[in-house]
C-alpha cells in the first residue's frame, strides 16, 4: 500500500463528534460560558487592583532583565565612584 492508498484510507475512516452537521453550542453550554466569563471579568477582592500592579511590574522587569540588571550595576558603580571621589578630596 503506498503512501497516497494510506492518507486516503484514513481519511475515509474520519469522524467528527459532530457526525456530519454543523456543530453549534447548546443553550447550557452558552450559559456556562457566560457564568464563567462574568466571574473571569469580576474584580478578585480588595487587593486584586495591586495584584494587577504587582503582575504588571513584574512582566516589566522581567521582560528587562538584563538591561535592568546593567542599570542597577551602572548606578551602583557611579555611586561608589563619587563616594571614593568624595572621600580622596
Known amino acids: 500500500m503506498t503512501t ?4 486516503a ?3 475515509s475512516r474520519w469522524n467528527t463528534s ?3 452537521v ?4 447548546s443553550v447550557g453550554e452558552m ?9 473571569c471579568r469580576s474584580p478578585g477582592g480588595r487587593l486584586f487592583a495591586w495584584r ?3 503582575e504588571n511590574a513584574h512582566r516589566f522587569m522581567a ?3 538584563v538591561t535592568t ?6 548606578v551602583i558603580l557611579v555611586l561608589l565612584l563619587v563616594g571614593a571621589m568624595a572621600q580622596a578630596t
Open 22 to 25: 454543523a456543530a453549534s453550542p
Open 63 to 65: 521582560a528587562r532583565f
Open 69 to 74: 540588571v546593567f542599570l542597577l550595576m551602572t
Open 4 to 7: 497516497s492508498e494510506r492518507t
Open 31 to 39: 450559559s456556562l460560558l457566560r457564568e464563567h466569563l462574568q466571574r
Open 52 to 54: 494587577c500592579r504587582a
Open 9 to 11: 484510507v484514513s481519511l
Open 18 to 20: 459532530a457526525s456530519g
